[in-house]
C-alpha cells in the first residue's frame, strides 16, 4: 500500500505542474472533453447493465482493478501529451484535440461478439422464398458467414440468386429464393472479431405441396415425420460415406427407437459404423467403406400407428488401382469349417477385372495384434475358395484376398472378422457339472480312457474335390484317450500296392487335410494314421477311390435381359435366371451409352433380382448386360438389351376430378370436369364416365368409347331425379382408377328469361371467342 500512496502523490506533483498548460486549451475542448467523458460513462453503465441482465457482470478483484486503474491512468497521460504536442504544433486547429477522445473511446469500447436476438426455424412450401434473420452486437464490428448443414455458403458455387446475405447495422440475413427440397438442411450464422466469436442454429424444413408418397404422417399431433425421401448414395472404397435422413421436427421419446438395416440385417454401432441421433437428423457413417458395405440401406421409425420406414441403395465405386489395368479387390471374404490347425476360406470375384482375365487370388493372413500380414500360398489359387493349413490351435487370425491379372495386382479385400482355431467335436467330448452357485466342474471323456497305442481313424473320404486341391475328413478314433492325437495321410494310385506319406513334416492335429497339386486323370486312394506320445496306429481303411477335379467352368449368363423406363434418372433391369448348373452367388449389371465402347460397372456387390440402375443421364441412350457369379468367376457377358433412352416411365393417368353441372334439361345434363393432376409421362385420349340414380343401388356406364372432350351431355334422365357422376381417364398406359363420385345434381329444367336481341348477339360472340380459345387450348382446364 505504501507503493500505492507513493504513486498518487507523484500523480499530484504532474497534475499540479501541468495545471497552467491545462488552463491554455480553450472552453470549447473542455466542454467537448466532459461530453466525450459523460458519454464514454453513460455508455460503460449502460454496458455493464446489459451484462448484469445476461448474467456475464466482469468482476474485478484485488490486485485486478489496481491494475486496471493504473493502465487507465497511463494511456490518459499518454493522450494528454499527445494533446498538447498537438496544439503547439497546430494553435488554430481544434480537431486535432478530437483525435485522442475517439482513440481512448475506441480502446475501451472493445467487447466480443454475441447473438441478441437468435435463428429461428422455417417451415415453407416449395417454390417459396424463405429469410433467415439475426441480430448482433460487437466492437468492432463483427464478420458474419452462414453455413449450410456446416459448410460455408459459397455464392460463386450456388445458382445465381440463389442466395442473398446482408449486414445492416448488426441485423443479419439471408433470403433463399425459390426453396427446394434440397433446400431442407440446418444453417448457421458465425459472427467474429478480435475479441471473440458467436454461433447461431436453425432448421429450414421445405414440404412439398403434391408428393406426399415420400414422407407418412404420424398423427394429427407433435410427431414427427420424413422431411424428403432419401436418395442413391454413390461412395469410394477406402472413403468414408454418411447416410443422413431429415425429420420435420425433433422425434418425440417413443420415436427414438431408430433401426438402420442394410440388404434386411440389423445394424448396430461399432467401429465399422455410426449410428447418430442429433435434433431432427438421423445418420449413419462408415469411417472406411468396403465394398461389403453396398446395398439396401432402411432406416425404420416407430410411431403410434406403426413403423415407418424409407429405403435407398448405397454404391461403393472401386478404389483407384494401384497399377494401371490392376482388377477390383474380391469382397465377402468368409471361413469355414475350423478347426484346430486349418480352415477353408471362401470369398466373391471382383466385378472389374481391369481388362484381362483374372489369374488366381493370393491370401495372406495376420494374427491377432498383429499388423505384418503374411501371403499364405507361393502360387494364386484359381477357384475362389481354398483350405489354409499349418495354423496354430487357439490363435486368432484375420484373412484378406488380392486378385491378380497379367497387369498386377488389386487392393485387399477387406479383412475378416477374427477367428479362433479351436476343436470342434471338443463340446462333445466334454460334460459340464454345476455346483455350489454358478461354479461347475468340467468332467473329459479322453481323462477316463487310458489309451495307450491310439487306434486308427474311421470314415476317410473326400469332403471337396476341386482342380486345384481335394481336402480329406475323417473320424477321430473312439475311445480317443487323454493324450493328444496327430495325424498322417498316405496315399496310393490305384491299382498300386505302395503307400507314399503325404505330411511327414507336418502331421495334422485335426481330422481336416487338404492335398494340392495331384495329377489330373489319376485316381488315388488315401488312408490315415493317429500318432500320440506312446506310438503310431495302424492305419485307417482305405478312402474310395478320387480323381482331381476338372476346372471348374463358369455359369452361363443370365437370359431375357430387359430394360424398362423407370424416371427420368433410372431404368429398372430384369432378367432370367440360368436354367443349368448351380445356383449363382449374384449378378453383375454393367451399362454404356450407345455411341461408346467402354463398360460401367454399376453394382459392386452381387444382387439376386431385378436391379434398379440410378444416377443416369436425362434423354441419353444406354445398352445394359449382365453376367453371373460364381466360385469360378464371371460368366461371359449376357446379351444386350435393345437401346433405351432415359425418361420417365409412362404409368395410367390420376382420377379427374371437379364435376360441375354446365346445363340442365328436363331429360338430359351437360357435365364437366377436370383434368387428372398427373397425366402418367404422356397426354390424355379420353375419358370414360359412369351415372347413377341416387334411387338405384348401382351405377351404369354412360359410354363405350373415350370422350376426347371434358364435357359430356347424358341423356334419358328422369326429371326430378338426383344423379351422380364419376370418371376414369384414359392414356398409353390404360384406363387409370376411377375417380370419386361428384355432388348430387338435381335434373331439372334451368329457366330463364329469353335476352333480347342485342344480348343475344352479343352471347354469340363470345360463345365464338370460346370455341376459338378451346380448338387453341383444348386441354386447359374449364
Same mark, same amino acid.
Given at each position: 500500500?505504501?507503493?500505492? !500512496?507513493?504513486?498518487?502523490?507523484?500523480?499530484?506533483?504532474?497534475?499540479?505542474?501541468?495545471?497552467?498548460?491545462?488552463?491554455?486549451?480553450?472552453?470549447?475542448?473542455?466542454?467537448?472533453?466532459?461530453?466525450?467523458?459523460?458519454?464514454?460513462?453513460?455508455?460503460?453503465?449502460?454496458?455493464?447493465?446489459?451484462?448484469? @441482465?445476461?448474467?456475464?457482470?466482469?468482476?474485478?478483484?484485488?490486485?485486478?482493478?489496481?491494475?486496471?486503474?493504473? #493502465?487507465?491512468?497511463?494511456?490518459?497521460?499518454?493522450? =494528454?501529451?499527445?494533446?498538447?504536442?498537438?496544439?503547439?504544433?497546430?494553435?488554430?486547429?481544434?480537431?486535432?484535440? @478530437?483525435?485522442?477522445?475517439?482513440?481512448?473511446?475506441?480502446?475501451?469500447?472493445?467487447?466480443?461478439?454475441?447473438?441478441?436476438?437468435?435463428?429461428?426455424?422455417?417451415?415453407?412450401?416449395?417454390?417459396?422464398? &424463405?429469410?433467415? !434473420?439475426?441480430?448482433?452486437?460487437?466492437?468492432? +464490428?463483427?464478420?458474419?458467414?452462414?453455413?449450410?448443414?456446416?459448410?460455408?455458403?459459397?455464392?460463386?458455387?450456388?445458382?445465381?440468386?440463389?442466395?442473398?446475405?446482408?449486414?445492416?447495422?448488426?441485423?443479419?440475413?439471408?433470403?433463399?429464393?425459390?426453396?427446394?427440397?434440397?433446400?431442407?438442411?440446418?444453417?448457421? +450464422?458465425?459472427?467474429?472479431?478480435?475479441? *471473440?466469436?458467436?454461433?447461431?442454429?436453425?432448421?429450414?424444413?421445405?414440404?412439398?405441396?403434391?408428393?406426399?408418397?415420400?414422407?407418412?404422417?404420424?398423427?394429427?399431433?407433435?410427431?414427427?415425420?420424413?422431411?424428403?425421401?432419401?436418395?442413391?448414395?454413390?461412395?469410394?472404397? %477406402?472413403?468414408?460415406?454418411?447416410?443422413?435422413?431429415?425429420?420435420?421436427?425433433?422425434?418425440?421419446?417413443?420415436? =427414438?427407437?431408430?433401426?438402420?438395416?442394410?440388404? *434386411?440385417?440389423?445394424? /448396430?454401432?461399432?467401429?465399422?459404423?455410426?449410428?447418430?441421433?442429433?435434433?431432427?437428423?438421423?445418420?449413419?457413417?462408415?469411417?472406411?467403406?468396403?465394398?461389403?458395405?453396398?446395398?439396401?440401406?432402411?432406416?425404420?421409425?416407430?410411431?403410434?400407428?406403426?413403423?415407418?420406414?424409407?429405403?435407398?441403395?448405397?454404391? &461403393?465405386?472401386?478404389?483407384?488401382? !494401384?497399377?494401371?489395368?490392376?482388377?477390383?479387390?474380391?469382397?465377402?471374404?468368409?471361413?469355414?469349417?475350423?478347426?484346430?490347425?486349418?480352415?477353408?476360406?471362401?470369398?466373391?470375384?471382383?466385378?472389374?477385372?481391369?481388362?484381362?482375365?483374372?489369374?488366381?487370388?493370393?491370401?495372406? =493372413?495376420? #494374427?491377432?495384434?498383429?499388423?505384418?500380414?503374411?501371403?499364405?500360398?507361393? @502360387?494364386?489359387?484359381?477357384?475362389?475358395?481354398?483350405?489354409?493349413?499349418?495354423?496354430?490351435?487357439?490363435?486368432?487370425?484375420?484373412? =484378406?484376398?488380392?486378385?491378380?491379372?497379367?497387369?498386377?495386382?488389386?487392393?485387399?479385400?477387406?479383412?475378416?472378422?477374427?477367428?479362433?482355431?479351436?476343436?470342434?467335436?471338443?463340446?462333445?467330448?466334454?460334460?459340464?457339472?454345476?455346483?455350489?452357485?454358478?461354479?461347475?466342474?468340467?468332467?473329459?471323456?479322453?481323462?477316463?480312457?487310458?489309451?495307450?497305442?491310439?487306434?486308427?481313424?474311421?470314415?476317410?473320404?473326400?469332403?471337396?474335390?476341386?482342380?486345384?486341391?481335394?481336402?480329406?475328413?475323417?473320424?477321430?478314433?473312439?475311445?480317443?484317450?487323454?493324450?493328444?492325437?496327430?495325424?498322417?495321410?498316405?496315399?496310393?494310385?490305384?491299382?498300386?500296392?505302395?503307400? /507314399?506319406?503325404?505330411?511327414?513334416?507336418?502331421?495334422?492335429?485335426?481330422?481336416?487335410?487338404?492335398?494340392?497339386?495331384?495329377?489330373?486323370?489319376?485316381?488315388?486312394?488315401?488312408?490315415?494314421?493317429?500318432?500320440?506320445?506312446?506310438?503310431?496306429?495302424?492305419?485307417?481303411?482305405?478312402?474310395?477311390?478320387?480323381?482331381?477335379?476338372?476346372?471348374?467352368?463358369?455359369?452361363?449368363?443370365?437370359?431375357? &435381359?430387359?430394360?424398362?423406363?423407370?424416371?427420368?434418372?433410372?431404368?429398372? $433391369?430384369?432378367?432370367?435366371?440360368?436354367?443349368?448348373?448351380?445356383?449363382?452367388?449374384?449378378?453383375?449389371?454393367?451399362?454404356? #451409352?450407345?455411341?461408346?465402347?467402354?463398360? /460401367?460397372?454399376?453394382?459392386?456387390?452381387?444382387?439376386?433380382?431385378?436391379?434398379? &440402375?440410378?444416377?443416369?443421364?436425362?434423354?441419353?441412350?444406354? $445398352?445394359?448386360?449382365?453376367?453371373?457369379?460364381?466360385?469360378?468367376?464371371?460368366?461371359?457377358?449376357?446379351?444386350?438389351?435393345?437401346?433405351?433412352? +432415359?425418361?420417365?416411365?409412362?404409368?395410367?393417368?390420376?382420377?379427374?376430378?371437379?364435376?360441375?353441372?354446365?346445363?340442365?334439361? %328436363?331429360?338430359?345434363?351437360?357435365?364437366?370436369?377436370?383434368?387428372?393432376?398427373?397425366?402418367?409421362?404422356?397426354?390424355?385420349?379420353?375419358?370414360?364416365?359412369?351415372?347413377?340414380?341416387?334411387?338405384?343401388?348401382?351405377?351404369?356406364?354412360?359410354?363405350?368409347?373415350?370422350?376426347?372432350?371434358?364435357?359430356?351431355?347424358?341423356?334419358?334422365?328422369?326429371? *326430378?331425379?338426383?344423379?351422380?357422376?364419376?370418371?376414369?381417364?384414359?392414356?398409353?398406359?390404360?384406363?387409370?382408377?376411377?375417380? #370419386?363420385?361428384?355432388?348430387?345434381?338435381?335434373?331439372?329444367?334451368?329457366?330463364?328469361?329469353?335476352?333480347?336481341?342485342?344480348?343475344?348477339?352479343?352471347?354469340?360472340?363470345?360463345?365464338?371467342?370460346?370455341?376459338?380459345?378451346?380448338?387453341?387450348?383444348?386441354?386447359?382446364?374449364?
Amino acid at each position: 500500500m505504501g507503493t500505492r !500512496a507513493l504513486f498518487h502523490h507523484r500523480e499530484e506533483e504532474q497534475k499540479e505542474e501541468r495545471k497552467q498548460s491545462l488552463e491554455m486549451c480553450s472552453r470549447t475542448r473542455k466542454k467537448r472533453f466532459k461530453t466525450s467523458s459523460r458519454e464514454y460513462n453513460l455508455r460503460r453503465e449502460a454496458d455493464i447493465l446489459e451484462l448484469e @441482465q445476461r448474467g456475464q457482470k466482469r468482476v474485478c478483484f484485488g490486485n485486478d482493478m489496481e491494475k486496471m486503474e493504473e #493502465e487507465v491512468m497511463r494511456i490518459c497521460r499518454q493522450l =494528454r501529451v499527445r494533446a498538447e504536442r498537438s496544439k503547439a504544433l497546430h494553435p488554430a486547429t481544434e480537431t486535432s484535440s @478530437q483525435v485522442p477522445e475517439k482513440e481512448l473511446l475506441e480502446l475501451l469500447s472493445g467487447r466480443a461478439p454475441i447473438i441478441w436476438i437468435p435463428l429461428r426455424a422455417h417451415a415453407v412450401w416449395e417454390r417459396m422464398d &424463405v429469410t433467415l !434473420a439475426c441480430t448482433t452486437l460487437g466492437s468492432p +464490428v463483427p464478420q458474419a458467414t452462414w453455413y449450410k448443414n456446416g459448410i460455408p455458403i459459397d455464392l460463386r458455387r450456388a445458382p445465381a440468386g440463389k442466395y442473398k446475405m446482408r449486414n445492416r447495422f448488426g441485423m443479419l440475413t439471408l433470403h433463399i429464393s425459390r426453396c427446394s427440397m434440397e433446400d431442407s438442411a440446418e444453417y448457421s +450464422v458465425e459472427v467474429k472479431n478480435q475479441y *471473440g466469436e458467436a454461433y447461431s442454429f436453425a432448421t429450414v424444413l421445405v414440404r412439398s405441396k403434391y408428393k406426399y408418397s415420400f414422407e407418412f404422417k404420424l398423427s394429427n399431433t407433435a410427431q414427427s415425420y420424413f422431411a424428403f425421401p432419401l436418395k442413391p448414395l454413390f461412395a469410394r472404397e %477406402k472413403e468414408p460415406f454418411t447416410l443422413s435422413c431429415y425429420f420435420s421436427s425433433d422425434l418425440l421419446d417413443h420415436q =427414438r427407437g431408430i433401426t438402420w438395416f442394410r440388404d *434386411g440385417e440389423l445394424l /448396430q454401432d461399432s467401429e465399422g459404423q455410426e449410428l447418430r441421433l442429433q435434433g431432427c437428423e438421423a445418420s449413419l457413417t462408415v469411417p472406411c467403406a468396403h465394398k461389403e458395405d453396398e446395398g439396401f440401406y432402411t432406416i425404420r421409425v416407430p410411431s403410434l400407428q406403426g413403423d415407418k420406414e424409407q429405403s435407398t441403395y448405397v454404391f &461403393v465405386r472401386d478404389a483407384a488401382a !494401384a497399377t494401371a489395368g490392376a482388377p477390383g479387390s474380391p469382397l465377402n471374404v468368409k471361413c469355414h469349417d475350423v478347426n484346430k490347425d486349418c480352415l477353408i476360406l471362401s470369398w466373391v470375384p471382383p466385378s472389374d477385372d481391369g481388362g484381362s482375365p483374372i489369374l488366381g487370388y493370393l491370401i495372406e =493372413r495376420c #494374427e491377432a495384434g498383429s499388423e505384418q500380414w503374411l501371403q499364405c500360398s507361393a @502360387q494364386p489359387v484359381r477357384s475362389c475358395r481354398c483350405p489354409v493349413l499349418g495354423l496354430a490351435e487357439g490363435q486368432t487370425y484375420q484373412f =484378406r484376398v488380392r486378385a491378380v491379372n497379367k497387369a498386377g495386382t488389386s487392393h485387399p479385400s477387406k479383412a475378416t472378422d477374427p477367428v479362433t482355431t479351436h476343436d470342434p467335436s471338443r463340446d462333445k467330448r466334454v460334460t459340464v457339472i454345476p455346483y455350489d452357485q454358478g461354479r461347475t466342474i468340467e468332467i473329459s471323456k479322453d481323462d477316463l480312457e487310458d489309451i495307450k497305442i491310439p487306434l486308427p481313424p474311421t470314415n476317410v473320404h473326400a469332403s471337396e474335390v476341386r482342380e486345384d486341391y481335394v481336402a480329406l475328413a475323417w473320424d477321430e478314433p473312439d475311445p480317443r484317450g487323454r493324450e493328444p492325437l496327430n495325424y498322417y495321410v498316405e496315399k496310393s494310385l490305384v491299382g498300386s500296392n505302395s503307400w /507314399q506319406m503325404v505330411n511327414l513334416d507336418l502331421p495334422a492335429n485335426s481330422p481336416r487335410f487338404a492335398l494340392f497339386g495331384l495329377a489330373k486323370g489319376k485316381s488315388f486312394r488315401f488312408r490315415v494314421r493317429s500318432v500320440n506320445k506312446f506310438g503310431i496306429s495302424e492305419p485307417s481303411v482305405p478312402s474310395p477311390p478320387v480323381t482331381a477335379g476338372t476346372k471348374l467352368a463358369p455359369l452361363p449368363p443370365p437370359s431375357q &435381359v430387359l430394360a424398362f423406363r423407370d424416371t427420368k434418372t433410372s431404368v429398372v $433391369v430384369q432378367w432370367d435366371k440360368p436354367k443349368d448348373g448351380l445356383e449363382p452367388l449374384g449378378y453383375y449389371i454393367y451399362c454404356r #451409352e450407345t455411341g461408346t465402347e467402354e463398360w /460401367q460397372t454399376v453394382n459392386n456387390k452381387p444382387v439376386t433380382c431385378q436391379f434398379t &440402375v440410378p444416377g443416369l443421364q436425362p434423354g441419353k441412350e444406354y $445398352v445394359f448386360c449382365v453376367k453371373s457369379v460364381s466360385e469360378a468367376g464371371l460368366s461371359e457377358s449376357s446379351p444386350e438389351t435393345d437401346p433405351i433412352v +432415359v425418361r420417365p416411365a409412362i404409368a395410367c393417368p390420376s382420377v379427374p376430378h371437379g364435376f360441375v353441372l354446365l346445363h340442365c334439361g %328436363k331429360t338430359e345434363m351437360t357435365i364437366g370436369w377436370k383434368a387428372p393432376k398427373h397425366k402418367g409421362g404422356t397426354k390424355i385420349l379420353g375419358y370414360f364416365l359412369d351415372q347413377h340414380d341416387n334411387s338405384e343401388p348401382d351405377w351404369h356406364e354412360i359410354n363405350t368409347q373415350p370422350i376426347p372432350r371434358r364435357v359430356c351431355t347424358v341423356s334419358s334422365l328422369q326429371q *326430378g331425379h338426383l344423379y351422380q357422376f364419376r370418371g376414369r381417364a384414359m392414356n398409353k398406359a390404360g384406363v387409370g382408377e376411377v375417380s #370419386e363420385p361428384s355432388d348430387l345434381f338435381r335434373c331439372e329444367e334451368w329457366t330463364m328469361p329469353e335476352p333480347s336481341p342485342r344480348c343475344q348477339v352479343r352471347l354469340r360472340g363470345l360463345e365464338t371467342n370460346q370455341q376459338a380459345a378451346h380448338r387453341q387450348h383444348p386441354h386447359e382446364g374449364l
